[in-house]
């Protein structure tokens, strides 16, 4: 099973993650990104629904015309994991930052 992070583990991960903010009442991380178009947005979640079924850990998301909104937070663990800064890491990644 996977487990929550820590306190200081949390604040770790979040150090590395700048572009992410911590939603505190779900224990989860978030970002919204803003594309040039729903074209553009929707080819960025065709990857990382990709990446994220290799990874086995989906994100909580939505998409509207050229934004998507992005929620990271591991239900089996109650909140914030690994798994959670893994993928957003691999999502900066996506997006060259």
Known sequence: MVEQLSEAERADALDGLPEWDFDEARDAITRTIVFTDFAEAFGFMAQVAILAERMDHHPEWSN???RVD???????AGGLSERDVQLAGAIDGILGG
């Open 64 to 66: 509207v015309y050229n």
């Open 70 to 76: 992005i929620l990271l937070t591991t239900h089996d």
